[in-house]
């Protein structure tokens, strides 16, 4: 619902207090569904004892088979130290392994072990239950519409697409 004063879309609509001038914020209301959604993915993924940044990181793999941990954590907007971490851990686990490039030796390749596709669509279900309340409250053509929305908005504040 728009507020009368402004015309805008009022975020403190359900929230119970009257958020002033930030009702029309983008960032408050980016924080606000990003706060949320972290708790309870953090949550979510507890059983898994794997870093934050570990669903991300592993999908990217799947999907991109023989990308370097540089690509990831530029990708990821993630300091490269993190994403060794993060990779470490995967590989002392047995769910990614790194091999050396065929064409840079200086680079190393990563991809996915069967037990790492697996853990990998036990958390994707994880996640999909957490943002279940969404999905379900929009329709596929307004889920669509928000997250080319929210990558638009990422890429004007990057300065261009990831």
Do not use: H
Not at 4 to 26: A, F
Not at 97 to 114: E, I, K, Y
Not at 131 to 159: F, N, Q
Request: glycine letters at 6%; charged letters at 25%.
């Amino acid at each position: 619902m728009a507020s009368e004063r402004t015309g805008q879309p009022d975020i403190s609509e359900n929230l119970g207090m009257d958020w002033g001038l930030l009702r029309s914020c983008v960032g408050t209301s980016v924080r606000l569904l990003r706060n949320e959604l972290t708790n309870r993915i953090i949550d979510a993924y507890a059983p898994f004892m794997l870093r934050s940044g570990a669903l991300s990181t592993m999908v990217l793999i799947k999907a991109n088979p023989g990308c370097s941990q540089a690509e990831l954590a530029r990708e990821v907007a993630m300091d490269d130290s993190a994403m060794v971490a993060i990779i470490d851990e995967l590989e002392e686990r047995g769910l990614a392994v790194r091999s050396r490039s065929a064409t840079d030796r200086r680079r190393n390749s990563l991809a996915l072990t069967p037990e790492g596709e697996t853990l990998m669509g036990e958390m994707i279900a994880c996640a999909m239950r957490v943002e279940k309340p969404i999905r379900d409250a929009m329709s596929e053509e307004e889920l669509a519409t928000l997250i080319a929305l929210l990558r638009r908005a990422y890429a004007a504040v990057t300065d261009g697409p990831r």
